[in-house]
């Protein structure tokens, strides 16, 4: 059975291999999803407070001045589990799509009342997923995209590469991160 238990956030012990990167707009956007929904995802720690999964949420706490944050301690892997585990925790879930028509009706439906940039998506993403694109031709549909094509996109560093992803996956495209 998984316990929460609230740590002092400075007591926690980042993980210095870390391959994942969490830039100062990524760090505000989970800021401020504390700020409106709480922390409702604590942090992955090992035995002895190292932390396996939450850099991103534990930076957003400290740049809150939170404390404490929930945390649960997650006993028993093997070194090579709690490595594998740090990686499988951010890739797996950039692995998901989106059903853009569901995600176009429910944003739709909480537009009036809640900020959509709160959500995570930058003004020009809610934009074409909102309003979608005119041409038909260019109209955001899983579906649209059955065949596969290559095209590799050279970025700058991890951040911009991340950026990149995440805006092509937003206006539906299938994307997959290799490094060369």
Request: charged share 25%; proline share 2%.
């Amino acid at each position: 059975m998984l316990k929460i238990n609230y740590r002092k956030s400075g007591d926690l012990i980042p993980y210095v291999n870390n391959s994942r990167t969490h830039s100062d707009q990524q760090v505000q956007q989970v800021a401020s999803s504390i700020k409106e929904f709480g922390f409702t995802n604590p942090i992955l720690i090992d035995e002895d407070s190292g932390i396996i999964a939450g850099h991103g949420r534990l930076m957003a706490a400290q740049k809150l001045g939170l404390d404490e944050v929930p945390t649960i301690t997650l006993e028993g892997l093997t070194e090579a589990q709690r490595k594998a585990y740090v990686i499988a925790d951010n890739k797996l879930a950039l692995n998901a799509g989106w059903d853009f028509e569901t995600l176009k009706i429910e944003m739709e439906s909480i537009a009036e009342d809640f900020d959509l940039r709160l959500l995570g998506f930058d003004d020009q993403e809610l934009a074409n997923i909102i309003d979608g694109l005119s041409d038909d031709d260019n109209q955001l549909k899983e579906e649209s995209y059955s065949q596969v094509f290559n095209i590799v996109v050279n970025c700058k560093d991890e951040a911009h590469q991340e950026r990149v992803y995440n805006e092509l996956i937003t206006k539906g495209y299938e994307c997959q991160v290799q490094s060369l």
